[in-house]
């Protein structure tokens, strides 16, 4: 069955430092998508990508974030300049359309110390 | 802007008993309504979704949903549980013409020998 995977599982970064946290959606879904939860929070979403550009973004999407399908099968969330209240599980999802079910990701913990 | 609440963070019950997860959504326009489950260290994966139709939603692993639009809510129900059912249940809503999906707290499901 196909699945969408995340790389890496846990990453450990700096304050300041830039982090690119990986993902490979399943081959045919055309929407991409990026959630994150915070630790004893609620699933937060942070950007809808299709067609090489954003669709939907929400206000946790600020400069420090962007996002890039840099080849055909990956789907990257990039942080500029991590901060300590990035620390968070980031899930990345797909959807075949844009109102179909979204298939998610195991998450990539982030830990920013 | 919508939100979703999960009354329940956790609902302890005792293998092959029934059980009622509860979601109440608000939004000023007609949503789709989702629920997700999460094992340990995987994803979220869909159990079941309401788009139209009939307001009773069967899923996956013999869960139900029934969508009441009057209460705005959307109650997970199963039977009879299992012990491979102990995880965490989220709930989750798209606006008409949104992809982003929001969720619910999350409620935590123990099946107890």
């Known amino acids: 069955e196909p699945e969408v995977t995340q790389t890496p599982s846990h990453q450990v970064t700096q304050m300041g430092q830039e982090v690119i946290l990986r993902c490979v959606p399943i081959?045919?879904?055309?929407?991409f998508y990026w959630y994150r939860q915070i630790l004893g929070q609620k699933v937060e979403f942070l950007v809808s990508f299709y067609n090489n550009e954003i669709s939907e973004k929400s206000e946790i999407f600020d400069d420090q974030f962007s996002v890039e399908r840099p080849d055909g099968s990956n789907f990257t969330l990039k942080i500029r300049s991590t901060k300590l209240e990035d620390s968070a599980m980031y899930f990345c999802?797909?959807?075949?359309?844009?109102?179909?079910?979204?298939?998610f990701g195991p998450g990539t913990r982030l830990t920013v110390l | 802007a919508q939100s979703v609440t999960q009354l329940d963070s956790q609902v302890p019950v005792f293998e092959e008993a029934p059980v009622e997860l509860r979601c109440n959504y608000s939004?000023?326009?007609?949503?789709?309504l989702f629920w997700y489950v999460q094992y340990p260290n995987q994803g979220l994966q869909l159990l079941l979704k309401?788009?139209?139709?009939?307001?009773l939603v069967k899923g996956i692993n013999g869960f139900e949903a029934e969508f009441n639009k009057s209460q705005t809510s959307f109650h997970l129900r199963k039977p009879s549980v299992h012990i491979s059912d102990t995880a965490e249940y989220f709930c989750?809503?798209?606006?008409?013409?949104?992809?982003?999906?929001?969720f619910g707290s999350g409620t935590r499901l123990q099946v107890q020998p």
């Open positions: 999802a797909s959807s075949e359309s844009g109102y179909n079910e979204q298939f």
């Open positions: 939004s000023s326009v007609s949503v789709y």
């Open positions: 989750a809503v798209s606006e008409l013409g949104r992809r982003a999906l929001t």
């Open positions: 081959s045919n879904h055309l929407y």
């Open positions: 309401y788009l139209s139709g009939s307001t």
